[in-house]
């Protein structure tokens, strides 16, 4: 029988990179494996080929025997022989073959035992903080406490009473995981002896019963900047729950919420408001005092000021977390006078006779509806 092209079978030049060739074998490998391909035994004749092929030219010592004399001493024209995985030896040597390959597929394999107690990484925490406008718009300093997970103090996050406690578990040896052979894979679990730990403590620690962490209260100085809104979220690094094997604290993040305010509407940057003036304000013109959240200012009302004119007051907004302020509007609501005297009605009167006689209106807008009115029914 003639000896296999090792190089055509997975498809790669002679002259091919070991990356080249370990990629050329996952992919056929993935191809023809046969629990994608069940019953089909050319799928699983393509996959046997494959995997000598890949096991002779990814050793460099067995490529160099095979591309001077065209065979490998040990390898048979059937395949793996007893070192087959298909045949009586099991998975033999293509256990490390397939795990090498796979090992990012597949939980366990021949890397799974090596990660073994891993270092976790601890949990995010979320602060909710209710706070006023006056203090989204200047930004203040503040203290929270934060309930959290820290190292024990006790033992030092060791969980055990003392080093003396704590031994290697025999079940996986201190991996932290148990590996399963199923069929072709080799699967990796976590051990239910340690619980993934690797350990097994014969005394817990008295203050953290074995966690190595321990529930307290933290007290933690925070910033709240300038220009805050409700949504907004502040980052603070490191200092979340503390982490398991020495993996490092999660983050804590400061969730914002700004309470309505009596007075004042808040779009981004921007304030609203409404401030009502008197019949003669609007008409005559005035000098009004408008609250701000630094202080009152005064607002010049010009006369014949209309109901619902809007006025803008520059730089009396909310700072902005991108830099620079924005602007308070101050929109005027003209008060029309109730429960007049009888003085005032007979000058309103009076009023109303001038009107009448002067040739020219001082109510533009009701004279532009009696116009519309007249087109429709003229």
């Known amino acids: 029988m003639a000896a296999k092209d090792y190089y055509n079978i997975l498809g790669v030049s002679r002259s091919a990179s070991d990356e080249e060739i370990k990629k050329a074998y996952r992919k056929l490998a993935m191809q023809h494996h046969p629990d994608r391909n069940p019953g089909d035994k050319e799928a699983e004749q393509k996959f046997k080929d494959a995997s000598e092929a890949y096991a002779v030219l990814s050793d460099k010592a067995k490529r160099n025997q095979y591309d001077q004399y065209g065979t490998v001493e040990g390898m048979d024209q059937g395949g793996f022989g007893q070192g087959s995985p298909f045949g009586q030896g099991g998975f033999g040597g293509f256990g490390d073959i397939f795990g090498d390959i796979f090992g990012e597929f597949f939980e366990g394999g021949q890397r799974g035992g090596q990660r073994g107690r891993q270092a976790r990484r601890g949990s995010d925490l979320q602060y909710n903080m209710e706070i006023s406008l006056e203090q989204a718009a200047n930004g203040f300093d503040t203290e929270v406490t934060i309930p959290r997970h820290d190292s024990c103090g006790a033992c030092g996050g060791l969980g055990a009473k003392s080093s003396k406690d704590v031994e290697v578990c025999s079940a996986c040896q201190g991996s932290g995981q148990q590996r399963i052979q199923q069929g072709f894979f080799q699967v990796a679990s976590t051990c239910g002896r340690c619980r993934g730990t690797g350990r097994i403590i014969k005394e817990y620690c008295h203050k953290c019963r074995g966690d190595g962490r321990v529930r307290e209260q933290h007290r933690l100085k925070v910033t709240i900047p300038a220009g805050v809104d409700t949504g907004s979220r502040l980052k603070l690094a490191g200092e979340g729950e503390e982490g398991t094997n020495g993996g490092p604290r999660g983050d804590l993040y400061i969730a914002i919420m700004v309470q309505p305010h009596k007075f004042f ?25 408008v609250p701000t959240l630094s202080g009152k200012v005064e607002l010049k009302v010009p006369p014949g000021t209309q109901n619902a004119a809007q006025f803008r007051l520059k730089g009396k907004g909310v700072t902005s977390l991108r830099g620079g302020k924005g602007d308070q509007y101050v929109r005027v609501v003209v008060e029309v006078p109730s429960n007049l005297t009888n003085r005032q009605k007979e000058l309103l009167q009076e009023f109303e006779e001038e009107e009448r006689k002067s040739k020219k209106s001082n109510y533009p807008n009701i004279n532009k509806f009696l116009d519309k009115v007249k087109e429709m029914f003229a």
């Open 265 to 289: 509407e808040r779009d981004g940057a921007n304030l609203y408001c409404e401030v009502p003036i008197s019949l003669g304000q609007a008409a005559l013109g005035s000098s009004i005092k």
